[in-house]
């Protein structure tokens, strides 16, 4: 399954909002009947972390200026206002079908 | 807490072949699958397979089936990943999450070099 990000660069002033899109060319409900799509952050430097899973769980620990949302086959993340740790590279993940894909990854920076 | 450590930077010659654990900690070894993901340098995240922490079985990713080996030595908790006749772009940051990729490794950076 094909995962689509955009953009693929998001430069952002500190304090303004940020959105990234990820599309995937089929639906992503799992056997569970649950839409398996995950968003990670990734830092320069650091492995991944998880921020998101199923569309719009938030992780522990993730700030509440994240959120995501989306359904079908369109989801997006956003951040409120963006903050210097949010640097880094921002994938989407579908878990639906084997093999499991990532999106191509967004890198986010301070404008 | 849950810990995934993985092993060191390994430098290895063409062909060669290298092994890389992951030892975990924290939680029930067996009761989560274990994924092994692959970043090129200054690239994206590649899912290579995971393998089933309570059967052993592996499931690879079709690009990667043939020259990889996941394993398991459940005594000690921890995943195994063998990579065999390494080539140049094998040379990648190897990572292991656990199942739902709540908890990730720090990476073991392999160089493939004469």
């Known amino acids: 399954v094909v995962m689509t990000q955009s953009p693929l660069s998001l430069p952002v002033p500190l304090g303004q909002p940020a959105s990234i899109s990820c599309r995937s060319a089929r639906s992503l409900v799992d056997t569970n009947g649950d839409i398996s799509l995950t968003w990670f952050q990734q830092r320069p430097g650091q492995s991944p972390r998880r921020l998101f899973y199923?569309?719009?769980n938030r992780d522990s620990g993730v700030p509440d200026r994240f959120s995501a949302s989306g359904s079908g086959s369109d989801f997006t993340l956003k951040i409120s206002r963006m903050e210097a740790e949010d640097v880094g590279v921002y994938y989407c993940?579908?878990?639906?079908?084997?093999?499991?894909?990532f999106g191509q990854g967004t890198k986010l920076e301070i404008k | 807490q849950v810990q995934l450590v993985q092993s060191g930077s390994e430098l290895k010659k063409p062909g060669a072949s290298v092994k890389i654990s992951c030892k975990t900690s924290?939680?029930?070894?067996?009761?989560?699958?274990l994924n092994w993901v692959r970043q090129a340098p200054g690239q994206g995240l590649e899912w290579m397979g995971l393998i089933n922490t309570n059967t052993g079985n592996p499931t690879y990713a079709p690009g990667f089936s043939g020259r990889i080996v996941f394993s398991l030595d459940t005594s000690v908790a921890t995943a195994y990943l063998q990579i065999l006749s390494l080539r140049n772009d094998d040379i990648a940051m190897y990572y292991c999450?656990?199942?739902?990729?709540?908890?990730w490794g720090e990476g073991t950076l392999v160089t493939v070099s004469s």
């Open positions: 199923k569309v719009s």
């Open positions: 924290g939680y029930s070894f067996t009761s989560h699958t």
């Open positions: 993940m579908q878990g639906a079908h084997w093999p499991f894909t």
């Open positions: 999450a656990r199942a739902s990729f709540d908890f």
